[in-house]
């Protein structure tokens, strides 16, 4: 993202970059970066939401209480990690 943004400055000819396209300006780039980048971030999370909402139905994404409550190395490889009392 910092990336994204910068490249906006970046390009401009005064820093070395090769400058923007014709109609373009700084504010211009800048805004269109900002959009990209807030575009990425959220196809990001709908994919993210989508994704753990299938997860979720076809294996759930929690472990059972009394597997929570006892410990996931009991519950999971039948032995404690560490002794602990």
């Given at each position: 993202?910092?990336?994204?943004?910068?490249?906006?400055?970046?390009?401009?000819?005064?820093?070395?970059?090769?400058?923007?396209?014709?109609?373009?300006?700084?504010?211009?780039?800048l805004?269109?970066?900002?959009?990209?980048?807030?575009?990425?971030a959220?196809?990001?999370?709908?994919?993210?939401?989508?994704?753990?909402?299938?997860?979720?139905?076809?294996?759930g994404?929690?472990?059972?209480?009394?597997?929570e409550?006892?410990?996931?190395?009991?519950?999971?490889?039948?032995?404690?990690?560490?002794?602990?009392?």
């Open positions: 993202m910092l990336g994204t943004f910068l490249a906006a400055f970046f390009t401009a000819s005064e820093l070395g970059g090769v400058g923007y396209a014709a109609g373009m300006s700084l504010p211009l780039q805004k269109a970066q900002v959009l990209g980048i807030a575009a990425a959220l196809w990001s999370a709908a994919i993210t939401w989508g994704l753990g909402k299938v997860l979720g139905a076809a294996v994404l929690r472990v059972l209480p009394d597997e409550e006892e410990g996931l190395d009991l519950a999971t490889h039948g032995e404690r990690a560490y002794d602990s009392g």
